[in-house]
């Protein structure tokens, strides 16, 4: 039995479908799992600072945290590994850029304190 090229076309070609969609498949899991276990560390330093500040107010959305005092927002702590670490004034908030989750005590020293 002698198979035609278009017969071989159409197998690879399903081939090649087949294998996109079980890594499309892989990649999205994969980044819904650093998603969860970086918005859980975020969490929980939102906590730990929370625990520490009670005058401070804390949001936590998908990869920063918005710091307010007296209904005025003052920081915001972001993660993000494509941007350097540093900080910068944007108006009258401070921006803290992390490229990894900070210790709690490094953006205690950060924030400002009047």
């Known amino acids: 039995m002698i198979i035609d090229g278009i017969w071989w076309l159409a197998i690879i070609a399903s081939v090649f479908v087949v294998l996109l ?4 498949l ?3 899991n994969k ?5 969860s276990e970086q918005n859980h560390a ?4 939102q906590q730990k600072l929370a625990s520490k500040l009670p005058e401070y107010g804390f949001i ?3 990869n920063h945290i918005t710091v307010k005092r007296a209904g ?3 920081a915001l702590i972001t993660l993000d590994k494509a941007k350097q670490t540093g900080s910068r004034k944007l108006g009258n908030v401070l921006v803290l850029n992390f490229r990894s989750l900070p210790n ?5 020293k950060a924030l400002p304190t009047a």
Do not use: F, P, S
């Open 72 to 74: 005025k927002k003052i």
């Open 31 to 35: 980044q819904t799992e650093d998603k």
């Open 104 to 108: 709690y005590q490094t953006v205690l």
């Open 26 to 28: 892989l990649a999205k």
């Open 21 to 24: 969609m079980v890594g499309l």
């Open 60 to 62: 936590v959305n998908k």
């Open 42 to 45: 975020i969490r929980k330093l």
